[in-house]
């Protein structure tokens, strides 16, 4: 079976997850369960970063060990991936005990081939980033992402000399041109790697919650050098499963760790000798009213309570159709709402509650046989076969809102064509089967969006097994067949 491999980045757990993180696990989650759908052997992994400087700190704020800070903070976040239906294979902390072999077998495969030296750092480190910065990175004297003053810090350090690789990852950006994806953040980095580059350090020596450095027990590994890894010890690299997994990576990521996941990342395993990943997808930020969100702001909005309140369809459904992946947008609560009131309820929820409620009161609940196709009956037919293709394309190209987008749009004619047809007036028969088919159809194509909606729609289909069981390929036929018993249907969606 085809391999894929996706990921999210791991979230630090040092505060509560945010509307960032329901939005990069949902949009993972999408492409994952379509891949699932499309005949691959998925393995998508979501987790936790758990070391450094900036967890010790706030564990010491708590006055609890720094394991005991994390395991307490992970929690929100496996909370937050039940909350939103996300279907990780993994959920991967770098605190676990495969990670940390793996963490420290790369170290020292690098160190052994004498890529690694020792030296001293002295510098600028900005803990919220846990990233170094030169004085020209910074804006006005303060990090460029968190706008605080960074730590100077000066101390024995491992580095890697990444500096090396400069030439090496421009010729493999030129080669691969679906390594970092969309084009303006392969951009960005092109320029950015048109000056010389540094080498990195590797190791800290200032606190100690960390991956012990294999060859020195007195440094930990950089917290990106250990974070990073977990991509490889989620399908438990350099087991043989791993390598066959690698090759086809994806990682899905945001906007201000692109460096780290190109730079930084890449030549680590130019240096390590293993193959780059397939994809680096970087998508935009979730806004709120065209601002960062911000705990002095108070602006920060508990995903949990959304979907719990709203429900996780509606919220899974608003976050892709509303921000083109890839550019940053806008959450709030009053969109979320017209959009479940206009799209899901009234466009989507009409179709199939009209339908599925035709067959089971006017038709004893049996899917009516077909008579000759008229010329709407067969424009409707034409579309439900094109439309899995076309759907896939847009996925397989990572625009998740045209892919959502042209779904509604079928599920839009398959409402004008019920209209059309006035079913009530007219023989149904072609009506009602057409009708079955494409809510057959839209089901399946909808499942990576709104699992549990499709899923509900499937069972009042009555159709064997589970619609997340389904090939993406079925849903341009027409498997329902006359004289089909379907369940009684009830509202998908309710008006909020
Ligand atoms: O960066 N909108 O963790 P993190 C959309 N531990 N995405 C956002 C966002 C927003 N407002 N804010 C953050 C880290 N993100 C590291 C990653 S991976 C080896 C280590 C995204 O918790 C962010 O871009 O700060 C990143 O992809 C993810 O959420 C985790 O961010």
């Known amino acids: 079976m085809k391999k894929f491999l996706i990921t999210t980045a791991i979230d630090y757990p040092s505060g509560k997850p945010h509307m960032g993180h329901a939005y990069e696990k949902i949009c993972t989650d999408v492409i994952a369960r379509y891949k699932r759908l499309s005949g691959f052997d998925v393995h998508f992994s979501t987790g936790t970063d758990e070391h450094g400087m900036k967890i010790q700190r706030c564990a010491e704020r708590e006055k609890k060990t720094p394991k005991e800070y994390v395991d307490g903070m992970v929690e929100y976040f496996k909370a937050l991936c039940d909350a ?13 005990d495969k990670h940390r072999k793996t963490a420290q077998g790369i170290f020292k495969g690098i160190f052994d081939k004498g890529e690694i030296y020792k030296g001293s750092y002295e510098g600028l480190y900005c803990v919220d980033c846990e990233t170094y910065y030169t004085e020209k990175d910074l804006r006005d004297g303060k990090c460029p992402v968190h706008g605080t003053a960074p730590d100077n810090v000066s101390e024995e350090s491992y580095f890697f000399q990444m500096g090396k690789y ?5 010729e493999h950006i030129r080669k691969h041109p679906d390594f970092i994806q969309p084009d303006s953040k392969r951009n960005e980095i092109v320029n950015r790697l048109m000056n010389p580059l540094k080498d990195l350090s590797v190791s800290r020596t200032s606190f100690s919650w960390g991956v012990p450095v294999p060859i020195d027990e007195n440094h930990v590994q950089y917290v990106w050098m250990d974070a990073l890894i977990n991509y490889l010890s989620t399908v438990g690299w350099p087991s043989p499963k791993a390598k066959e997994f690698w090759p086809t990576a994806v990682h899905i990521i945001g906007k201000d760790i692109v460096w780290h996941h190109t730079v930084i990342w890449g030549s680590i395993l130019m240096a390590a000798g293993i193959p780059l990943p397939k994809t680096v997808y970087v998508h935009g930020f979730v806004n709120i009213k065209g601002a960062k969100m911000s705990k002095s702001s108070g602006t920060v909005v508990d995903p949990v309570g959304l979907a719990e309140k709203y429900g996780a369809d509606p919220l899974r459904y ?4 509303e921000i083109p992946f890839g550019d940053d947008g806008d959450f709030s609560v009053e969109s ?25 009161n006017k038709n004893g609940g049996n899917v009516t046989e ?3 196709f008229d010329s709407a009956d067969k424009a409707l037919i034409k579309s439900m076969e094109s439309y899995p293709k076309k759907v896939a394309k847009y996925i397989d190209d990572f625009n998740l809102q045209a892919a959502l987008d042209g779904i509604m749009k079928l599920s839009k004619e398959g409402n004008e064509y019920f209209q059309q047809k006035e079913p009530w007036k007219n023989d149904y028969s072609n009506c009602l089967y057409i009708g079955a088919n494409l ?15 499709a899923e509900k729609i499937w069972k009042y289909l009555n159709l064997p097994g589970s619609v ?9 036929k027409l498997d329902v067949k006359g004289k089909h018993k379907i369940n009684k249907p009830e509202p998908l969606f309710t008006r909020l």
Do not use: C
């Open 336 to 360: 979320l709402v017209t959009r479940n009131n206009d799209e899901l309820l009234n466009n989507l929820g009409n179709l199939v509650n009209r339908v599925l409620t035709f067959i089971y």
């Open 439 to 453: 809510l057959r159809s839209l089901a399946i194509m909808l499942s990576p969006f709104i699992p549990e909606s």
């Open 84 to 96: 939103l239906n996300i279907s990780q294979d993994d959920f991967i902390r770098t605190t676990d």
């Open 468 to 476: 997340h069981k389904q090939k993406w390929e079925s849903a341009a």
């Open 166 to 170: 400069r030439e090496k990852l421009l």
């Open 370 to 372: 077909h008579k000759d």
């Open 318 to 321: 608003f976050l892709v159709s």
